[in-house]
């Protein structure tokens, strides 16, 4: 079949794909899957991502309607980041992700070992 530009930009896949293909994207949502965060604690789980990444990282996620952003009116600030209903949805899909990315380690590691002997 041959798919045009419009049906590709209308296609869910290229949804997905827009939105899961920052670099730290998929770890994020992971990470906030299992409770909600402040920002520090979200940059404390990956240390060589700067503060400006992480920023653009979660506003971009904001943006796309994943990540839901509280700002708690106090002193001093308070910012909580947390998953919206349809970002918690994309848990089981990582989940499957992580386990082919498993598979494929290994896949990879047994080829290693082959290509060695």
């Not at 827009?18 to 990956?46: A, C, P």
């Amino acid at each position: 079949m041959n798919y045009t530009n419009e049906m590709l930009e209308e296609c869910g896949f290229t949804s997905a794909q827009k939105i899961l293909s920052g670099k730290w994207s998929m770890l994020i949502i992971l990470f906030l899957s299992e409770k909600t965060m402040r920002f520090n604690e979200i940059q404390r789980l990956f240390p060589d991502i700067t503060h400006a990444t992480l920023t653009k990282q979660l506003r971009i996620l904001e943006e796309y309607g994943i990540v839901v952003r509280n700002v708690y009116s106090q002193i001093p600030p308070k910012v909580e980041y947390s998953l919206s209903d349809i970002g918690k949805k994309l848990k089981p899909i990582l989940d499957s992700v992580m386990v082919w990315g498993e598979e494929y380690k290994e896949y990879q590691y047994g080829s290693t070992i082959l290509k060695n002997s």
